[in-house]
Structure formats: structure tokens, C-alpha cells
């Protein structure tokens, strides 16, 4: 029921995102999303890959700093107050949302919204229960 | 107004060559005979070269003791290098060694007296008298700069303010509203304070200031030049180190050219520090102090690790003792920030105890606005998953922390992808300091 997604460590200077960009692209890997965190010093890349098992290698490979993480992904129709909806479960069960990202794909008429949780499980069944659609990586 | 330099003790300070060596030989026998009776690791030391106090009968015959290190004193820690009963230890202080752990000296009253002698006959240099105000901007506390400066001026009856560092706002106005006639701290922070009148909506004009003993850091000429025009007063050299007694072991005439060594109370050697055989006058080594009449922790032939020269030439301002040039450079990788002693090796400890980061890192050291700051460039574990900024803080919070309470002292940490930090062959490079 989880989403697996990449993070990368990546201090704050010219080149490191095009070095990590491109080396994902030449090998043909897809980026499905892509965000950053930013501080002053560093940033987190985080992306979802069409494939995250190779794109892991080869990030690994290239020396970089990265992880796989688990999100919940869940999918709302495209309208108004449909994201608020979501975030007003997730904080009626007092649970605690790290990180949270959106993205609408053209062809359909849903969002999907990814996000990293304190206690995965528990908002699985929670979200569950309350109907709400997850994602798997395959729907992805 | 400038300084008027004086003799302090003349009947030791203009001594012939002759008076001295008799002087010193005298004292260095008593001294080492102290040690090898009161002190295991000298007894030690001087069993396993079969070397008896009754060997030593002049101060030519120094060469033939062995040397002493910071590590010998670390071994010992905290109390084993006292040559004296612990209920003769007046007061204690200490420097940072190399792996956090402290170099520690304890001091006799009679000791105690040493030192406000060589600090009063150092302030003399820069002028201090029974009429001078002395504002100790050295920080007081196990760091031998504010009571060294203190007791020196106290013993020439100056009157003594132990502003501490700190507070720069507050520095100020004690030094404008008080009179002070001279100042004692850290060139750069003196510096720093010059800079800082203006900003603080005050002016020099107002102030009293003639003179100052400026050490605990080795500094230019240049910055003696900025220093002086600053705050319209002469500048010396003061030169100590903890281990010897404090501030004060050297201090700058007003030639300026080199500081006078109380030899009567420590006498100097330039070695060479690969071979460690002893140099000549006007030689480039590693300084060596042999203290004569300490008795709590008398230290033989103990290496500083200062780069410098001695040199034996007339000096114009009529004292006959050797002096020494401005400290060089080290013959270790000991760095001065800010006057605390750093060990690159101390850094990488602290940096141990955190998980997340590796052992790759790079000190980098840089004097802004006329202060010394610190960075390090630190990479992350390899294998760590990073995805929370939060988590990625709190490590940069953590080496943060580690690092100030090994070193007493804080600095910039930066974070940085594994395999960033370049790999050197042979020696790692490990600190590149970027201060003039």
C-alpha cells in the first residue's frame, strides 16, 4: 500500500542537480516527481523513478548520498478543498504529516498526494478506514 | 603618548653572560635534583638513560637531559608530573590537549610569586606602572591569560580591572569611563574592540589608553600596525604558555624586535625537531623552556613546539637577556583560535561520537572582521538515508555540540555529500588555515 520514494543528500552548490539529473537520464530512468527541501547549507532531492530499484543503483554507484523511503499515496478527485480534506483526517487522528507533496497527471481527473507520516501503519489503516483511495507504487 | 619602557629587575634583567650561566646552573641543579626525588615519570626518565642528579653540574650540561612532552604531561593526568606534595598546590590550571584531554599545572605559591615577577617585569616593558590602570580583557578561568596579566599588574600595583573577555559593548565602556591606560587580551580581540568604537557611537579621543601585552595567539607585524593605529597606543608581544607558567615566560621591549626569555626562571633552547639536537643563536627550530625555579611542576627541557629563533645580540634597551622572535609557526598541527589551543586530532574525536557523519572532514580557519572562525566541512555517512531535513539538523546540531565541548570553543559545521572532501595521499591534510 506504500510508495516507495528517493531521497538524496545534496550540499547547496552549481552542478549537484544537474549531476544527479543526468546521471538518472543518460541511463534512460524516468522521473515520475521530483521535489527539494531546502536549507541554507543542503538540500533533499526526493523523487519517485518509473524505476526506483535502478535508479538507486545507479545513484549508488555514482557515489551519492541516498535512501528509500515509504509514503503514503492517495488519490482525490481534482477539486476544490479535496487536498483539505485529506490533511483534516490526517489531524482529527492526530497524526503528525513530516512532508507532504501533490501532483495533478494530465490525462486523468485525479491528484495524487504523497506524503511522509510519523506512523505509517497507523495512517494506512486510519485513511483506509475513512475510505480514502491509497496508491501503490504500480498505480504510479 | 607613548609607552616608557623600564627595567623592572634590573639586578636580574642586565645580568652579564657569566652571572646568568652561574645563576642558572645553581638553579637547574636544584631543579633537577627536585624532580628526580619528587616526580616518577623525570625519575623514570633519567633511570633509563642511567643519568644521576649529580651529573648536572652547569647549565652545559643540559643537553644531557631528556626532553618533555604534552603527551608525558597527558600520561600523568591529572596530578603525576607535581614535584611537590599535593598540599603545596596553591592553584591549578589548564590548556587542551590533543584528544580532549587537559594538560594540567599546578602551581606553589612560590610559583604563583614567579609568575607575577615575570608578568610585573613584562607590563614594565609596556610601561605599567603603581599609576596605570590595566584592563584584563583575557578570559579568567582555567586559561592562564587574565590571572597571568592580573598578577602581574597587581604586583606593580597598578590598579587591575578583570573585565574577563566578552561583552564587547561593556569592554569598551570600562576602558573609556575607567581611564584604563592599558590593555591585556588577544591582538585580534584588540582589534576587534578598535573596530568596534566607532560602531558603538564612541570615540578614541576619549579614551586613555598608552600601551598593551598582546598574546595567547601568534600575530604579524601588519596586525601590530593596525593595532596600534586603532587605538593610538604601542602594542609588545607578550609570549607563555601554560605548561612554563602562563603569560609572561617572554615579553617585547619597546624596540620591538624580539622578546626578552626571563632566563633566570626558564631557560631557552632551540632545537632542531627532527633530530632534536640544539641549535645555535640566530638557528630557525623548535623552542625548548627548562623552568629553574618552579617547584610545584618543574619541567625539564619540555617542547614547546613554536618555531622561532634566540638571538644573543645587545638590545637597546640595556636588559642582556636572550630574546626570541615571533613564534613562526608549529611543529605540530596544533592550531590557536581565538587563544585556544586546537588539535585537529581533538576535532576528529568529537566528530567520532557522532553517528551519520564520517571520519572525512576539513577544518577550515579564516580571521573575519578581525576574529578567528572556524568551519568544518564534514560528509555524511555513505550508506545514511537521508530524508528528513529535521534529521539531517539534528546530526548537524549534534557535531555542533560535540565539537564546542571538546574544544570550549564554536564552530560552523557544514555538512557534505560523501565522497566531496578531497582524499589527499600520504599526510591527510586536515586544516587549511586561511588567516594572514
Same mark, same amino acid.
Given at each position: 500500500?506504500?510508495?516507495?520514494?528517493?531521497?538524496?543528500?545534496?550540499?547547496?552548490?552549481?552542478?549537484?542537480?544537474?549531476?544527479?539529473?543526468?546521471?538518472?537520464?543518460?541511463?534512460?530512468?524516468?522521473?515520475?516527481?521530483?521535489?527539494?527541501?531546502?536549507?541554507?547549507?543542503?538540500?533533499?532531492?526526493?523523487?519517485?523513478?518509473?524505476?526506483?530499484?535502478?535508479?538507486?543503483?545507479?545513484?549508488?554507484?555514482?557515489?551519492?548520498?541516498?535512501?528509500?523511503?515509504?509514503?503514503?499515496?492517495?488519490?482525490?478527485?481534482?477539486?476544490?478543498?479535496?487536498?483539505?480534506?485529506?490533511?483534516?483526517?490526517?489531524?482529527?487522528?492526530?497524526?503528525?504529516?513530516?512532508?507532504?507533496?501533490?501532483?495533478?497527471?494530465?490525462?486523468?481527473?485525479?491528484?495524487?498526494?504523497?506524503?511522509?507520516?510519523?506512523?505509517?501503519?497507523?495512517?494506512?489503516?486510519?485513511?483506509?478506514?475513512?475510505?480514502?483511495?491509497?496508491?501503490?507504487?504500480?498505480?504510479? | 603618548?607613548?609607552?616608557?619602557?623600564?627595567?623592572?629587575?634590573?639586578?636580574?634583567?642586565?645580568?652579564?653572560?657569566?652571572?646568568?650561566?652561574?645563576?642558572?646552573?645553581?638553579?637547574?641543579?636544584?631543579?633537577?635534583?627536585?624532580?628526580?626525588?619528587?616526580?616518577?615519570?623525570?625519575?623514570?626518565?633519567?633511570?633509563?638513560?642511567?643519568?644521576?642528579?649529580?651529573?648536572?653540574?652547569?647549565?652545559?650540561?643540559?643537553?644531557?637531559?631528556?626532553?618533555?612532552?604534552?603527551?608525558?604531561?597527558?600520561?600523568?593526568?591529572?596530578?603525576?608530573?607535581?614535584?611537590?606534595?599535593?598540599?603545596?598546590?596553591?592553584?591549578?590550571?589548564?590548556?587542551?590537549?590533543?584528544?580532549?584531554?587537559?594538560?594540567?599545572? +599546578?602551581?606553589?605559591?612560590? &610559583? !604563583?610569586?614567579?609568575?607575577? /615577577?615575570?608578568?610585573?617585569?613584562?607590563? =614594565? *616593558?609596556?610601561?605599567?606602572?603603581?599609576?596605570?590602570?590595566?584592563?584584563?580583557?583575557?578570559?579568567?578561568?582555567?586559561?592562564?591569560?587574565?590571572?597571568?596579566?592580573?598578577?602581574?599588574?597587581?604586583?606593580?600595583?597598578?590598579?587591575?580591572?578583570?573585565?574577563?573577555?566578552?561583552?564587547?559593548?561593556?569592554?569598551?565602556?570600562?576602558?573609556?569611563?575607567?581611564?584604563?591606560?592599558?590593555?591585556?587580551?588577544?591582538?585580534?580581540?584588540?582589534?576587534?574592540?578598535?573596530?568596534?568604537?566607532?560602531?558603538?557611537?564612541?570615540?578614541?579621543?576619549?579614551?586613555?589608553?598608552?600601551?598593551?601585552?598582546?598574546?595567547?595567539?601568534?600575530?604579524?607585524?601588519?596586525?601590530?600596525?593596525?593595532?596600534?593605529?586603532?587605538? +593610538?597606543?604601542?602594542?609588545? &608581544? !607578550?609570549?607563555?604558555?601554560? /605548561?612554563?607558567?602562563?603569560?609572561?615566560? =617572554? *615579553?617585547?621591549?619597546?624596540?620591538?624586535?624580539?622578546?626578552?626569555?626571563?632566563?633566570?626562571?626558564?631557560?631557552?633552547?632551540?632545537?632542531?625537531?627532527?633530530?632534536?639536537?640544539?641549535?645555535?643563536?640566530?638557528?630557525?627550530?623548535?623552542?625548548?623552556?627548562?623552568?629553574?625555579?618552579?617547584?610545584?611542576?618543574?619541567?625539564?627541557?619540555?617542547?614547546?613546539?613554536?618555531?622561532?629563533?634566540?638571538?644573543?645580540?645587545?638590545?637597546?634597551?640595556?636588559?642582556?637577556?636572550?630574546?626570541?622572535?615571533?613564534?613562526?609557526?608549529?611543529?605540530?598541527?596544533?592550531?590557536?583560535?581565538?587563544?585556544?589551543?586546537?588539535?585537529?586530532?581533538?576535532?576528529?574525536?568529537?566528530?567520532?561520537?557522532?553517528?551519520?557523519?564520517?571520519?572525512?572532514?576539513?577544518?577550515?580557519?579564516?580571521?573575519?572582521?578581525?576574529?578567528?572562525?572556524?568551519?568544518?566541512?564534514?560528509?555524511?555517512?555513505?550508506?545514511?538515508?537521508?530524508?528528513?531535513?529535521?534529521?539531517?539538523?539534528?546530526?548537524?546540531?549534534?557535531?555542533?555540540?560535540?565539537?564546542?565541548?571538546?574544544?570550549?570553543?564554536?564552530?560552523?559545521?557544514?555538512?557534505?555529500?560523501?565522497?566531496?572532501?578531497?582524499?589527499?595521499?600520504?599526510?591527510?591534510?586536515?586544516?587549511?588555515?586561511?588567516?594572514?
Amino acid at each position: 500500500m506504500l510508495v516507495k520514494q528517493l531521497s538524496v543528500f545534496m550540499e547547496n552548490r552549481p552542478g549537484r542537480l544537474y549531476k544527479l539529473t543526468h546521471a538518472l537520464g543518460k541511463e534512460g530512468i524516468d522521473f515520475v516527481t521530483l521535489s527539494i527541501a531546502d536549507t541554507k547549507d543542503f538540500g533533499i532531492v526526493r523523487f519517485i523513478a518509473r524505476d526506483n530499484e535502478r535508479a538507486y543503483e545507479i545513484l549508488k554507484n555514482e557515489g551519492f548520498t541516498v535512501g528509500i523511503t515509504e509514503l503514503i499515496g492517495v488519490e482525490v478527485d481534482d477539486k476544490p478543498n479535496a487536498l483539505a480534506e485529506v490533511v483534516a483526517l490526517m489531524e482529527e487522528a492526530d497524526m503528525n504529516i513530516e512532508y507532504l507533496y501533490s501532483f495533478v497527471l494530465t490525462n486523468h481527473n485525479t491528484a495524487k498526494i504523497l506524503m511522509r507520516v510519523e506512523d505509517t501503519d497507523r495512517a494506512v489503516r486510519m485513511l483506509q478506514e475513512k475510505g480514502i483511495k491509497l496508491l501503490s507504487e504500480k498505480i504510479l | 603618548m607613548a609607552v616608557k619602557d623600564y627595567i623592572y629587575r634590573p639586578e636580574f634583567e642586565c645580568m652579564t653572560r657569566s652571572e646568568m650561566e652561574n645563576l642558572q646552573s645553581e638553579r637547574l641543579k636544584k631543579t633537577v635534583e627536585r624532580v628526580y626525588n619528587n616526580c616518577k615519570p623525570y625519575r623514570e626518565k633519567m633511570d633509563a638513560i642511567k643519568l644521576k642528579p649529580s651529573d648536572i653540574r652547569s647549565v652545559s650540561d643540559l643537553v644531557k637531559l631528556p626532553f618533555t612532552v604534552k603527551h608525558d604531561l597527558r600520561e600523568a593526568y591529572p596530578f603525576g608530573f607535581y614535584s611537590s606534595p599535593a598540599s603545596e598546590i596553591v592553584e591549578v590550571h589548564a590548556s587542551s590537549g590533543t584528544t580532549g584531554k587537559l594538560t594540567v599545572v +599546578g602551581y606553589t605559591q612560590n &610559583d !604563583i610569586d614567579v609568575w607575577a /615577577e615575570v608578568a610585573a617585569r613584562s607590563l =614594565a *616593558m609596556a610601561g605599567v606602572s603603581k599609576d596605570s590602570l590595566v584592563h584584563v580583557a583575557y578570559g579568567y578561568g582555567l586559561f592562564t591569560g587574565g590571572l597571568g596579566a592580573h598578577y602581574g599588574a597587581q604586583k606593580i600595583g597598578a590598579s587591575t580591572v578583570p573585565a574577563s573577555a566578552g561583552n564587547t559593548i561593556r569592554q569598551l565602556t570600562l576602558l573609556r569611563d575607567f581611564g584604563a591606560t592599558h590593555l591585556c587580551c588577544t591582538p585580534s580581540y584588540a582589534i576587534f574592540l578598535g573596530t568596534e568604537i566607532q560602531k558603538a557611537g564612541m570615540d578614541i579621543k576619549d579614551f586613555n589608553l598608552v600601551g598593551g601585552a598582546f598574546g595567547a595567539e601568534p600575530w604579524t607585524y601588519q596586525m601590530r600596525a593596525e593595532l596600534e593605529k586603532l587605538l +593610538g597606543i604601542d602594542a609588545l &608581544d !607578550i609570549y607563555g604558555l601554560s /605548561e612554563i607558567c602562563g603569560p609572561g615566560v =617572554a *615579553m617585547e621591549c619597546m624596540q620591538k624586535h624580539g622578546s626578552h626569555v626571563q632566563e633566570d626562571h626558564f631557560i631557552p633552547e632551540i632545537i632542531d625537531p627532527e633530530t632534536l639536537e640544539p641549535l645555535p643563536f640566530g638557528s630557525e627550530g623548535e623552542l625548548v623552556f627548562t623552568t629553574i625555579t618552579k617547584t610545584g611542576q618543574p619541567l625539564i627541557r619540555y617542547r614547546t613546539r613554536d618555531l622561532c629563533t634566540l638571538s644573543d645580540e645587545k638590545c637597546a634597551c640595556g636588559r642582556t637577556t636572550v630574546k626570541m622572535s615571533k613564534v613562526k609557526g608549529r611543529s605540530d598541527d596544533m592550531l590557536i583560535i581565538r587563544g585556544v589551543n586546537v588539535f585537529p586530532s581533538q576535532i576528529e574525536a568529537a566528530i567520532m561520537n557522532v553517528a551519520g557523519v564520517s571520519p572525512h572532514y576539513m577544518i577550515y580557519v579564516d580571521r573575519i572582521n578581525n576574529l578567528d572562525v572556524m568551519q568544518i566541512d564534514i560528509e555524511l555517512e555513505g550508506n545514511m538515508a537521508p530524508d528528513k531535513v529535521s534529521d539531517i539538523e539534528s546530526i548537524k546540531k549534534k557535531v555542533e555540540t560535540e565539537v564546542n565541548s571538546y574544544i570550549g570553543l564554536s564552530a560552523k559545521i557544514k555538512l557534505c555529500e560523501s565522497g566531496s572532501i578531497q582524499r589527499s595521499e600520504g599526510k591527510a591534510v586536515r586544516v587549511i588555515d586561511r588567516r594572514e
